[in-house]
């Protein structure tokens, strides 16, 4: 017999924006009734989200900071002729431990796992099943919505933790590993050191096109692994994923794509770093504006969703115009020579650039000095001209 459940705040998709959102308002209104709707059997599925400190600002980090499983105080990174130990905090979550830390804090009864949607509106979920959620205001969190509208480059990945049969001796992550062959676009390694035997290595492209060959990427980070001399004794764990790096679009279009009238987080709502495709920065900066405004009615949550996702999309031109140059001035090949020329700049600045929060400063410095793509194509990937 098909159930009506009452509630406050229905959230729909329990990922990292909607699980964060849910955490944030039950920690600031634990009075509201909350329904964190999550088609898996998990909350947060398979992943592992990784993020410097400066991406989070001070009064929001105790979202995550629960969460953290792994930390390190500098990272490196290498290029064909460049290599450089940067001074940052680096910290990485697993799911599992977001999941662990969400059920923990939520009242039971909140998440429903393994409920999928079949319609919904600003104040209603209905579920396959016949279940139906009546609530004051409902958010979509369940990632992309149609891309279509937006111009569009990929960033691609095929990760896989190692069990070694002895100890790697890397001392810190490798955040990019550019000095390997180049192959479809920009292409980097990134390597986590969970502990003395146990390693996490992605295999990863700034691609132009969104397929990708797992079984050709997962031979690559075996050939990674016998080059670093490493005895790969078993594959705890695999994951792959296809990111947009925004170049350019209409916000405004894809917003509508994924239905109007619907407050929407998260890639849904195009809250995500356009050209590195970061998303966890932006799940925080929500779920504290969300449970800050304290607003549960349908009509309202959309507005302040959707003009809080529109001003970012306008703020972040810069962003996007430096996809476009990586894109369209950058052969595939040499891709790589854009971001060892960034990387050595400032720390500041790279933290900044990271965390989506560049100075005017910061955008004369990258943008002056001589390109790293020849100069008539960069001008045209600026101006749009084809």
């Known amino acids: 017999m098909s159930a009506t459940i009452s509630c406050d705040l229905a959230i729909i998709g329990g990922g990292l924006a909607g699980g964060l959102i849910a955490r944030a308002v039950h920690a600031r209104h634990p009075e509201a009734r909350l329904k964190l709707i999550e088609a898996g059997a998990h909350l947060g599925g398979n992943h592992l989200w990784s993020f410097f400190s400066s991406d989070i600002a001070p009064t929001n980090r105790w979202l995550v900071t629960p969460m953290i499983g792994h930390r390190w105080t500098r990272y490196d990174v290498a290029f064909p ?14 799911s599992r431990d977001f999941e662990r830390v ?10 429903m796992l393994g409920r999928k949607v079949q319609a919904l509106s600003s104040t209603a979920v209905e579920l396959v099943g016949g279940d139906r959620i009546e609530a004051k205001g409902v958010i979509d969190c369940r990632g992309a919505g149609d891309l279509s ?52 290595v992605e295999d990863t492209y ?18 990674y692994a016998d080059q670093k001399g490493w005895q790969v004794r078993d594959v705890a764990r695999e994951e792959s994923g296809v990111l947009p790096v925004a170049i350019g679009g209409d916000f405004e279009a894809y917003w509508r794509s994924s239905g109007e009238g619907v407050g929407k ?22 779920a504290a504006l969300v449970a800050e405004a304290g607003l549960f009615d349908g009509k309202a949550l959309h507005d302040l969703l959707q003009g809080h996702a529109r001003r970012l999309w306008k703020g972040r031109k810069f962003y996007r115009l430096l996809a476009a140059m990586l894109f369209r001035a950058a052969e595939p090949g040499e891709r790589y020579r854009v971001l060892e020329r960034f990387y050595r700049l400032d720390e500041g600045l790279i933290g900044r650039f990271y965390a989506a929060n560049s100075s005017l400063g910061d955008k004369i ?9 020849p100069i008539g194509r960069a001008v045209r990937a600026i101006t749009g001209v084809k």
């Open 81 to 94: 002729g460049h290599a450089r130990t940067l001074k940052s905090p680096y910290h990485s979550i697993e």
């Open 206 to 223: 700034y691609s132009d096109t969104s397929d990708l060959d797992a079984a050709a990427l997962g031979e690559r980070i075996q050939a």
């Open 149 to 200: 509208a937006l111009e569009l480059g990929w960033q691609k990945f095929l990760g896989r933790e190692l069990m070694l049969a002895a100890p790697h001796a890397l001392e810190r992550p490798v955040v990019m590993d550019a000095a390997v062959e180049q192959l479809d676009g920009y292409r980097f390694v990134y390597c986590l050191p969970f502990a003395s035997d146990r390693v996490f």
């Open 102 to 111: 969400l059920l923990a804090g939520l009242p039971e009864g909140t998440a």
């Open 365 to 373: 410095r990258v943008m002056t000095g001589k390109p790293p793509v």
């Open 265 to 286: 987080a998260g890639v849904r709502a195009g809250l995500f770093h356009p050209l590195t495709s970061y998303s966890l920065p932006d799940a925080v900066r929500t």
